[in-house]
């Protein structure tokens, strides 16, 4: 039925070793491009005919497990290259490869002339791979390939631009970070095949065979463990607290990459990961309760920083890590169609938003490149009144905007609002919950304020830069703005296909579709927690729903105004404000100092303890002592005569004539 | 595809050192020489890739000794019961095979870089390959000790002579470290020898005769214990692994690649082979000893390596991290892991040696190793550093290639038997990664620091690094064929079950 699946992860394959071995000797951009964005588009064209396949098939019978070839066997260890087909991946390689696509036509034009240009296509089409394998594997351990693929591909992007330091240690730390994540999805999944193959002869690692046997697991103990591994590897890829700071880093990567790897499709595996294996977290209520709590945290605290950045493309970093929490605490709820659903909402709008900086930037580059001025072309505090000069760029940008805000009627605003009233009324983290909604909606109003402070300085008032350079200010080319438009289009219409039921019964009974389409995947983990629900299933009237999706979007129509009022009514007051507050705004300017906190726990103590390993106990002692022995034993022997005369020869041939001697003794005694 | 008549492992054994004997007319003119002995090395590989294609008919036809694909077996030294007994199973073919292979690379990446004495250097080469050869296959144990002793002291001369730094001195320690071990293990292998005739009068060396000796409790304790430090000095294993980072450091290339791919595996090999079946209760009695030195080590290699600042010595002590988890797979003695440990053992050999080669390969040209003088060499040599990155990934264990296999079977058996062990070693990745992407970044990326006059590969470099990339790849993707291979062999080493 599926066969063909496997040509979805080859193309880009394909597209990556032509590219890679061939790419330098090409040269021409077009062609390289060319084959780079082809091969994606061949994979999307098979991920559509994959969908339609799917979506003919009866709810039950939507799976399927293709197999390509033997992986290693062992013992009874068996791990197959093996693909698994059904709603949640079928959604999963649609978002991978058609906002991977729209990425690889943008750097077409974005990446036009840079150095390395064969390199850039190649590895983008490695990563494409790589996270196809991520969503399509189907046992834990071509999972954990393709995890470990992307972040590979996603070290050499953000180290693109390798003469510059800054971009080779972002890289590097962002690879450390997610390796750190990586030891918790390892140990998670060794775990996990232990535990269920020793206590119930279930050798496996395949996910639907894993979920099958998953009613023998026991609630809690041992899948808590387990499961907080696995959580500790979502962290580090999907940029959660505590291993969340490589991702604000990765911005020294060339824009397409932020908006591919950074915002729509890597950084939300961990994501995906928690949903393909909800059969096990639903079996630990404390791992819930800890990633609503992270990842309500987590959407809260990069907010905060988000208000204060001035760099355009940290702003997006900070808003992707707090988009990101919400997914989390979604998860957290167990309202795990939301959370895939804001995961596909927010790879457009925030796609979108991050191209959309990108042509900013680019744009603000040439001009201040014309004027040989050294201005940052990314400092918001540079910009100003782009949207007569770039119009196109500045009405995308604009919708993605209200998108992310969560105003009625765009992606967004669907997608969060689930995620608020599933946070307020899951029944499993009792008066936590409030706290945890709480937290969402002032998350909420910070998003609105901090992206229109945004949109206001780069798009509104007085251009800040030099007039000259001014002039030099132009729209993108097409290959640049088409994909800009295609992005603000799914932001504004892509929250469709999930009304909330509130609204759609509103509306004439429209059904939530996302949600019925994933019901296949969750229904068995949502009727286990309905039975397991620690708090009860709470029956909350209509009134309150009405009640919290309007003071969500008060809140979020109140971070509009106070930033309209800010940057644009009055523009004196942030700096009053900062005088006023100073040590707040540095706090929060820097970061809260936790880069600096990490270096001072962790980073350097494990240099000195290295140096000191080496430097005073491994020459010293280890060897030392070791060289003592020697030299007394050879004292004895007088050996040491031979080695002082530097005749290595003698010695050495002495010491095989001994090895005989002593041999012959031995023997012929 | 192998005619049966031939003795195929004597020759495979003793053909180098037959070439040692063409040399000699060759001696004035080094270039010939050099040909010849890439030749002769070539024709082993071919032999033993030959064996490798062959083996499942072999293994169809049934030998002495269950298990063995080839076996010969020859009175030798009738007085003492000492046999010319050599045997081949899977296990010893993937080890000849990585042999034949290493001694390959050696060669050529010494062919403009041994430019002093090198008919010598070729003797000495093909004199070791004889060696190492006959220790993988040696079945009987007076004829084991006869070539580990062969093996160590063209390596000798090899870091004395041909080597770098202070030479003398990491060459003597090299030797005295190993040779302390061995002596050791001499007696070892005379006790028992001993104690075999004393129960059965039978005077003999045979491995498989010995195997049925019973031991008390404590004499087998004390006899494991010479073998074991013997091994663990070769694998080399905490504390006593101070003389691997000079020796490598020192070495020229060709001898590091023969220390890492197969010195060191001579360590793993024996304990294999030799130390756990021969003291199955005394190994088992050691076994936390075992796994605390092995996981000692993981760490505190990996940290010192974080502070090293030449990059052979980096890629010396990261040798020593990735033998540790060979060293986890064998404590656990258990299928799955200990397929881990011997296919890890060959992909350490092919990565770690690969790695050495580059970083000869930049001495040659720079002069220097020190990772300071280094930087942004992705722009000025992008095929060195293309494979180094590659070659450095392998190392880290990135999924999809080599090493990803061996570490993962180790952990996953070793989770079996002592998962707390198995969870202690999952630090180690974590801390490989950093040092080997600091050693990438500082090297490859960032502005160059000194200005140098830097060639990026030569045809011979690039296809001999392309070719290790593409085994490295193998290996790491379809790795059935060489699980295949061990299956029969580990199964009967462990006794019972899969």
């Known amino acids: ?669 | 595809m192998i005619p049966n008549s031939l003795p195929i492992l004597t020759i495979l054994v003793f053909l180098p050192l037959a070439c040692c004997l063409l040399l000699l007319p060759a001696w004035k003119r080094p270039r010939l020489a050099f040909s010849l002995a890439l030749a002769s090395m070539l024709l082993e590989l071919a032999l033993t890739v030959g064996l490798f294609a062959s083996w499942k008919g072999l293994a169809a036809v049934q030998t002495a000794l269950p298990g063995f694909l080839l076996l010969e077996d020859r009175s030798w030294i009738e007085a003492f019961g000492i046999r010319y007994t050599l045997g081949l199973d899977g296990i010893s073919l993937l080890m000849v095979m990585l042999t034949a292979f290493s001694f390959c690379v050696a060669i050529l990446v010494s062919w403009r870089a041994i430019k002093e004495r090198a008919v010598l250097f070729l003797v000495l080469l093909l004199a070791m390959e004889t060696g190492i050869m006959g220790v993988f296959l040696s079945l009987d144990l007076a004829l084991f000790y006869l070539f580990w002793e062969v093996m160590l002291i063209p390596m000798f001369f090899l870091i004395g002579v041909w080597g770098h730094g202070r030479r003398i001195y990491s060459t003597i320690k090299f030797f005295l470290f190993t040779l302390f071990g061995s002596l050791l293990m001499l007696l070892a292998i005379i006790a028992l020898h001993l104690f075999h005739a004393q129960q059965t009068g039978v005077v003999t060396f045979a491995l498989h005769a010995l195997l049925k000796t019973t031991l008390a409790p404590h004499t087998q304790l004390w006899l494991y214990a010479a073998f074991f430090l013997a091994f663990a000095i070769k694998f080399p294993l905490f504390p006593v692994h101070t003389w691997l980072p000079d020796a490598h450091t020192d070495a020229p290339t060709a001898g590091s690649v023969i220390l890492a791919g197969l010195l060191l595996k001579t360590g793993s090999y024996g304990l294999i082979r030799f130390g756990y079946p021969l003291f199955p209760q005394a190994a088992h009695i050691l076994t936390p000893l075992f796994y605390t030195l092995a996981l000692i080590g993981i760490i505190y290699a990996s940290l010192v390596a974080f502070a090293q600042e030449d990059m052979k010595r980096l890629i010396a002590y990261s040798s020593i991290g990735h033998m540790g988890f060979v060293a986890i797979g064998i404590a656990a003695w258990q299928p799955v892991a200990l397929s881990g440990s011997i296919i890890q053992m060959a992909n350490h050999g092919v990565t770690t040696g690969a790695l050495f080669c580059l970083v000869g390969m930049l001495d040659e040209r720079a002069h220097t190793r020190e990772i300071a003088a280094f930087g942004g060499l992705w722009g000025k040599t992008p095929l060195w550093s293309f494979f180094f990155l590659f070659f450095s990934l392998a190392s880290v264990g990135l999924p999809g290639l080599n090493n990803f296999v061996g570490e993962f079977l180790i952990l996953a058996g070793t989770m079996k038997s002592s998962p707390l062990v198995a969870a202690l070693a999952f630090g180690g990745i974590v801390l490989t990664l950093i040092y080997m992407v600091r050693l990438v970044q500082e090297v490859c990326f960032q502005e160059e620091r000194q200005p140098l006059e830097l060639t990026d590969l030569v045809p011979r470099e690039l296809c001999l690094l392309a070719l290790v990339a593409l085994l490295n790849l193998w290996m790491g993707v379809h790795p059935a064929p060489l699980l295949d291979l061990i299956r029969t062999p580990v199964r009967l080493l462990i006794g019972g079950g899969p």
């Not at chain 1, 599926?2 to 070793?17: E, K, Q, R, S, T």
């Open chain 1, 1 to 669: 039925m599926f066969d063909n699946v496997w040509l979805i992860p080859l193309f880009p394959l394909l597209g990556f070793l032509i590219n890679g071995l061939l790419g330098k000797k090409i040269k021409n951009e077009t062609v390289i491009g060319g084959i780079g964005a082809f091969a994606v588009l061949c994979s999307f064209a098979v991920s559509c005919m994959t969908i339609l396949k799917l979506l003919s098939l009866p709810g039950e019978e939507r799976l399927a497990n293709v197999k390509v070839f033997t992986w290693m066997t062992c013992g009874n260890f068996n791990a197959d290259i093996a693909f698994l087909i059904d709603p949640l991946s079928c959604v999963m390689i649609m978002i991978v490869t058609g906002v991977g696509f729209l990425i690889h036509i943008y750097s077409i034009g974005y990446m036009h002339g840079e150095e390395g240009f064969y390199r850039f296509f190649a590895y983008l089409n490695l990563f494409m791979f790589s996270m196809l394998l991520l969503v399509l594997g189907n046992n834990l351990l071509l999972m954990f390939v393709g995890w470990e693929g992307v972040g590979l591909c996603s070290y050499l992007l953000i180290g693109y631009y390798f003469h510059k330091k800054s971009a080779g240690d972002a890289g590097k730390k962002a690879f450390v970070m997610n390796r750190v994540g990586d030891f918790g999805f390892l140990l998670g999944a060794f775990t996990l095949y232990w535990f269920m193959g020793h206590n119930f002869n279930v050798w496996t690692i395949q996910f639907t065979e894993l979920g099958k046997n998953a009613h023998l697991l026991p609630t809690g103990g041992v899948v808590t463990v387990i499961t907080l591994c696995f959580f500790l590897g979502a962290t580090g890829k999907s940029a959660q607290i505590p291993l969340y700071t490589w991702l604000p880093d990765a911005m020294e990567g060339p824009t397409p990459v932020s908006a591919l790897i950074h915002a729509a499709t890597m950084v939300t595996a961990g994501v995906y990961m928690i949903g393909r294996m909800n059969f096990l977290f639903i079996r630990s209520p404390e791992t819930l309760m800890v990633i609503a709590v992270i990842g309500a945290c987590t959407a809260l605290f990069a907010a905060t920083i988000g208000t204060a950045q001035n760099d355009i493309k940290r702003v997006l970093a900070y808003s992707t890590v707090s988009q990101l929490g919400y997914m989390f605490l979604a998860m957290g709820s167990g309202a795990f169609a939301a959370g895939i659903f804001h995961l596909m909402t927010h790879a457009f709008f925030k796609a979108c938003l991050f191209l959309g900086s990108g042509a900013v930037i680019h744009s603000m580059h040439h001009a201040l490149h014309h004027v040989h001025s050294h201005d940052d072309a990314q400092d918001m505090r540079n910009m100003g009144g782009l949207k007569s000069k770039m119009p196109l760029t500045f009405l995308t940008f604009l919708l993605a905007t209200i998108a992310i805000a969560g105003i009625p009627g765009f992606s967004g605003f669907f997608s969060k609002d689930e995620i608020l009233w599933q946070a307020f009324a899951n029944p499993h983290h009792g008066q936590l919950n409030y706290l945890l909604w709480g937290m969402g909606a002032v998350a909420a109003g910070l998003t609105a304020f901090y992206m229109f402070r945004l949109v206001f300085m780069t798009f509104f008032g007085e251009c800040r830069i030099t007039p000259k350079a001014k002039d030099h200010l132009h729209e993108s080319p097409m290959v640049i703005v088409i994909p800009l438009i295609v992005l603000a289009g799914l932001s504004v219409v892509g929250g469709y296909i999930g009304i909330p039921k509130l609204l759609g019964d509103l509306f004439g009974g429209i059904p939530n579709y996302f949600e019925h389409y994933l019901e296949p995947v969750f229904r068995l983990s949502e009727e286990y927690m309905a039975e397991h629900a620690a708090h009860g299933v709470a029956h909350h009237s209509v009134a309150l729903e009405w009640g919290l999706m309007g003071t969500s979007v008060v809140i979020a129509l109140i971070g509009i105004g106070i930033a309209f009022a800010l940057y644009v009514v009055n523009t004196s007051i942030p700096a009053k404000f900062t005088a006023t507050f100073p040590a707040l705004h540095r706090a929060v300017y820097n970061k809260w100092y936790i880069d600096e906190l990490y270096d001072y726990v962790f980073v350097n103590p494990c240099k000195a303890l290295g140096r000191f390993l080496w430097k005073g106990f491994d020459v010293v002692v280890v060897d030392g002592v070791v060289n003592g022995v020697a030299k007394v034993v050879m004292s004895f022997g007088g050996i040491i005569r031979y080695m002082q005369s530097g005749f290595v020869y003698d010695y050495s041939w002495s010491m095989a004539f001994g090895v005989v001697v002593i041999l012959g003794y031995y023997l012929f005694k």
